[in-house]
């Protein structure tokens, strides 16, 4: 679990998203209703959401250089269902992709992403290097090359298992 801030603009409710599955414990905050609420979900959205949490942190791990750590829908399939619409402020003619209905967590999640294209800081949003973590974080080191949710719990516990396999 990391120690970092929370991702710039609508890119926190996708990392937010991730981390609800503490994998380490086995701990799913989608299983509790506080982890529901936080969301805007009923115990039937569940399953769908659990998909879309899966397929973003296959994204992640990508967006990081690894592999996936399970078979999943692909994220842009997922996504391709969502309802936006386009918004245009009428005071400076800023457009940009809406939910259609704003509860859809799919379609808020499909906003963000896009917003976040827009922005240039999607492929910052990664997943965390170590197999029992793969915690979600926005990398904000100068070179974007970021390996560990937290250097001081998961990037040192690498650095050991590397140091004494040697």
């Excluded at 799913?28 to 529901?36: F, S």
């Excluded at 906003?111 to 922005?119: F, H, I, N, T, Y």
Aim: glycine letters at 6%; charged letters at 25%; hydrophobic letters at 45%.
């Amino acid at each position: 679990m990391s120690a970092r801030s929370a991702a710039p603009g609508s890119l926190a409710l996708v990392e937010s998203l991730v981390n609800t599955l503490d994998i380490r414990p086995g701990a799913d905050a989608l299983d509790t209703a506080e982890g529901r609420a936080r969301f805007s979900l009923t115990e039937d959205d569940v399953p769908a959401a659990r998909e879309l949490r899966e397929s973003l942190r296959a994204a992640l791990l990508a967006h990081a250089g690894h592999p996936p750590h399970a078979p999943v829908t692909p994220l842009g399939d997922l996504l391709a269902s969502a309802p936006l619409r386009v918004t245009v402020d009428a005071a400076d003619g800023a457009a940009a992709l809406a939910p259609v209905d704003g509860a859809c967590l799919l379609s808020r999640v499909a906003a963000a992403v896009a917003e976040a294209l827009v922005a240039g800081t999607w492929q910052r949003l990664k997943a965390c290097e170590a197999e029992d973590c793969h915690w979600a974080y926005y990398d904000r080191s100068p070179a974007g090359r970021g390996r560990w949710c937290s250097m001081q719990s998961c990037g040192a516990r690498a650095k050991m298992r590397r140091y004494r396999a040697r």
